[in-house]
């Protein structure tokens, strides 16, 4: 364990900054959290990006290291898989697993914050540092520039090591990017999400499912739903910013109205306060960021979407970012404090698996909005579960290697597509799984994939 005088300085209190604080607390490491928000525990805000949280096995692992998996539980909704609306109002429900063991858990983004938050500053030596904004960091002198927010001051501040979990914006990072051989990329989707909502019934329950994530899927937009634990549901439309129809076209509350009547007429009769939320929440916007390296030397890394947003479309912005800081934690019990064998090999782990999942979240949206109501994605899901039952030790369905293993994230890629090209086969111009010829599975299985167990742990 490092002397509690060997300091860290983290920036952003946000969902990674709050766990990673946490991790080093408990190392006996000195933290400095700052913070650019006021404190979300005393003022009545938002926690930023309001889209809920989907719960999978990587950030549940996470919590549970840290001793707080109980108390999130109290707060979380399972969700066993996802409910379809069709165009007609018909609901089809689709399990995410094999059993009512997987499933997904619905939280609340700032609810989660907060226990962090909570449980982050319950260590003596964790301090949160609020209405602190970052302009940069200067890496040669390891010092962070910052401007109190409330007075305007402006100041630097020195530590042994700074971890950036500052977000997509991180200033950190755009430091980083004015270094030598910074690669960085950044790339928007066309279309942008707003947060809506339905209310609870009359009686305080819930008016739809309340155990299903729910999709409205039209091809090239659609309208999902998370329950929330007052009978809510926190709902979000991906649409695309510009055209007809666009964020851009529907503006005025009767175009919105009309959109909706059109698209997602028992959504709309479950949506009182519709055009006020559509007119008074923000639109956002859905990229993808990639940059390489994470780090300079033992001076500072970068941890979470500040090195690797993501879409939100598998769910797994948040999952990846815990998982950065197990990983980290586990780099340390490997390199004790240093730091820099620490962030090369915390990247090298990483790095790879961010690229992965930042491809399966932009695959999934076409998955989400296009192919969930298709049969023969349908069927070709349900061949997929039944083939894990019969070769667990090969086949494990790719959206459960993601969700609910820790496999990591680019072993479930490659598997993931090899897989496809197998269920492709199987079911090609059959429209029941008991036409499936199960002797051809077992050979292609059986030659084209490894066991399970031999990739599951390599590239954590």
């Not at 003022?43 to 290291?65: F, P, Q, V």
Request: glycine letters at 8%; one cysteine or more.
């Amino acid at each position: 364990m490092p002397d509690h005088q060997q300091h860290i300085l983290l920036v952003g209190a946000g969902l990674a900054g709050s766990l990673l604080s946490i991790y080093l607390a408990r190392r006996g490491y000195a933290v400095d959290v700052y913070e650019r928000r006021p404190d979300m525990r005393l003022a009545h805000m938002s926690a930023g990006r309001s889209i809920n949280l989907a719960l999978s096995k990587r950030g549940i692992h996470a919590l549970d290291e840290v001793g707080l998996l109980d108390a999130i539980m109290d707060i979380a909704i399972p969700m066993r898989g996802r409910m379809i609306h069709g165009e007609n109002s018909s609901l089809t429900f689709q399990p995410y697993g094999k059993d009512d063991s997987e499933v997904i858990y619905s939280v609340s983004r700032g609810d989660l914050n907060r226990k962090l938050m909570d449980l982050a500053e319950s260590h003596t030596h964790v301090r949160i540092h609020f209405q602190q904004r970052c302009d940069g960091m200067d890496f040669a002198k390891r010092a962070v520039h910052f401007t109190d927010e409330e007075t305007g001051a402006s100041y630097m501040r020195s530590e042994d090591t700074v971890i950036a979990t500052d977000g997509a914006g991180s200033p950190v990072r755009q430091s980083m990017e004015a270094t030598p051989r910074f690669n960085f990329s950044q790339e928007f989707l066309e279309h942008g999400y707003k947060e809506l909502s339905i209310p609870p019934g009359r009686d305080g329950g819930f008016q739809l499912e309340k155990h299903a994530l729910h999709i409205w899927p039209r091809h090239s937009f659609m309208l999902i739903a998370l329950p929330n634990p007052d009978g809510s549901f926190t709902c979000t439309l991906f649409l695309q910013q510009e055209g007809d129809p666009g964020f851009s076209s529907l503006d005025t509350p009767a175009g919105v109205r009309a959109f909706f009547e059109r698209e997602f007429p028992d959504a709309l009769a479950l949506m009182p306060t519709l055009e006020d939320d559509f007119f008074s929440n923000p639109t956002g916007a859905l990229g993808t960021i990639r940059c390489f390296p994470w780090h300079v030397g033992d001076a500072a890394a970068l941890l979470g979407d500040a090195c690797h947003a993501v879409v939100p479309f598998y769910g797994q912005g948040m999952n990846c970012a815990f998982e950065d800081c197990t990983v980290l934690n586990e780099c340390l019990d490997e390199f004790g404090t240093d730091w820099h064998r620490v962030f090369a090999a915390y990247q090298e782990r990483r790095k790879i698996n961010a690229d992965a999942i930042a491809d399966l979240a932009l695959e999934n949206f076409i998955e989400m909005r296009d192919r969930v109501a298709d049969p023969h994605f349908l069927l070709m899901k349900k061949v997929g579960l039944v083939l894990e039952e019969k070769f667990p030790e090969y086949f494990i369905p790719k959206y459960s290697m993601v969700t609910f293993h820790r496999t990591p994230y680019a072993v479930a890629r490659r598997r993931g597509q090899i897989q496809q090209e197998i269920l492709e086969e199987l079911t090609r111009g059959i429209e029941k799984i008991e036409d499936v010829h199960f002797a051809l599975a077992e050979q292609r299985i059986s030659t084209r994939l490894r066991p399970y167990t031999e990739e599951a742990g390599s590239l954590r």
